[in-house]
């Protein structure tokens, strides 16, 4: 990795040599470009390994200290650093060559499973060590969100850039069902430390995936600026469009409201479905299917109007499906609000972020996709938090039944807004983006 921060002149997309028709329909279009597609795999094996790391340590805190407040925290550590390191990670992703910055940090995540997999199988693991090591992982996977969202952009021509938004989501999504469907028979045979060392496996297989790419992207750093300088005027140009500026606000509210349970899906599956760690992993695939096969539907969705409209509705249902899993009675039931949930969360972020990267200038996405995912993960670490020692006192089932009721009004508050009404129904922004 000699010249990880080097410059080079970009390189066009490739498309493959000899094209798949089902490749090339409206669904999967943005995979016939040979970069794009080596992307799309490292993307969906980190968010594997994230998503594995998740079901793992919930259920292993939960174990060893008996406290939902502990699973939030931990949780916490692990999405924390996406209040401050996001427009750090956007600098870095402007400034430097983006395939680069995110090989280091699949590279660095290799490295933390590593380690996490030796403690854990050696018996020297405690608590401090899952918080440290989270924490370091969320760290890294800010970079990894960030310069892959500047990334996406460049290795395909315009006409694919929604299905190519769209079909990353797919993989972040879809890795809710492989992640902890690959590592739940782990757990049940060999131990936490098994699923540790699956999750290292999957960050050394998006490397490979990542050194692949040969398209060089960078952004557009002003001589002289700094870094402060250079976010405060992404900020700005976010701040000075009002449809940039709306959808950023719907981001923070959706994920705050809607996104942030994964502190207390341990807690619902052991007092509400009574079904343990096994729950929490068949609660979490039911998600990630449900995100999957939204994510792809949504890829082939074409036109302002229809994108606009479903917008809508995928946040209202947002906010139902909340409301169907914390009265299900059994893990059947469970599972199938848990794929209305994953549908359309998948869904809502899918549209909504694939409207703030058709806006957002190329010179600074890296800068504006940083500032985005300080509302996606920020907003989600801290009521990850709250919710688990929320959950833990008044009950899981209140929590959700409270959020659901919450982000259902929010959608239909929105209508009364002239900007949110535009974007419902699919009319052109009044006002551009300057710089």
């Known amino acids: 990795m000699g010249a990880i921060f080097s410059h080079r002149k970009q390189l066009p997309w490739r498309p493959l040599k000899r094209q798949n028709k089902l490749l090339t329909n409206r669904f999967l279009a943005a995979l016939q470009y040979r970069d794009y597609r080596w992307l799309w795999l490292a993307t969906m094996s980190g968010a594997s390994a994230y998503w594995a790391l998740i079901v793992t340590r919930g259920i292993l805190v939960l174990e060893m200290s008996g406290s939902s407040g502990m699973v939030g925290i931990v949780t916490f550590a692990a999405m924390a650093p996406r209040f401050l390191v996001p427009p750090v990670a956007g600098y870095l992703a402007d400034r430097f060559r983006r395939r680069d910055v995110l090989a280091v940090s699949y590279f660095l995540n290799m490295l933390n499973n590593a380690v996490l997999t030796v403690l854990t199988f050696s018996g020297f693991l405690e608590l401090w060590h899952l918080m440290a090591l989270s924490l370091l992982n969320g760290t890294v996977r800010t970079f ?3 310069s892959t969202a500047a990334l996406v952009p460049n290795l395909v021509p315009r006409e694919n850039m929604l299905n190519a938004i769209s079909l990353n989501s797919a993989t972040q999504q879809g890795a809710r069902l492989l992640g902890p469907g690959i590592i739940t028979p782990l757990l049940i045979i060999s131990g936490p430390w098994a699923a540790f060392f699956m999750s290292a496996v999957f960050y050394a297989f998006g490397l490979l995936m990542v050194r692949r790419i040969q398209s060089d992207s960078t952004g557009t750093v002003g001589s002289g600026i700094g870094i402060t300088a250079s976010l405060i005027l992404a900020a700005k140009v976010v701040y000075q469009n009002q449809r940039l500026r709306i959808l950023f606000l719907l981001v923070a509210l959706h994920c705050a409201m ?3 349970f994964e502190s207390m899906f341990p807690i619902f ?11 929490v992993s068949y609660l979490m695939m039911s998600v ?3 995100g999957l096969l939204a994510s792809v539907l949504i890829a082939g969705v074409r036109g302002e109007v229809a994108r606009g409209r479903l917008l809508f509705f995928t946040g209202i249902i947002s906010g139902f499906s909340l409301l169907a899993l914390a009265s299900s009675p059994a893990m059947t039931i469970g599972i199938f609000a848990a794929t209305a949930m994953g549908a359309s969360q998948a869904a809502f972020m899918a549209l909504v972020n694939s409207m703030i990267q058709m806006m957002a200038p190329d010179s600074m996405r890296g800068r504006i996709s940083g500032l985005n995912q300080i509302n996606i993960g920020g907003t989600m670490a801290v009521l990850n938090l709250s919710n688990g020692f929320i959950s833990g006192a008044i009950g899981s089932v209140i929590v959700l039944t409270s959020l659901g009721i919450g982000f259902t009004g929010i959608m239909l508050i929105s209508l009364i807004l002239a900007t949110t009404r535009e974007v419902y129904l699919g009319r052109k922004p009044a006002d551009e983006i300057r710089i």
Request: aromatic share 4%; net charge neutral.
């Open 144 to 146: 990894q969100m960030t």
């Open 258 to 260: 809607t996104m942030s």
């Open 269 to 279: 599956a052991r007092d509400v479905l009574f079904s343990g760690g096994v729950g």
């Open 288 to 290: 990630g299917a449900g």
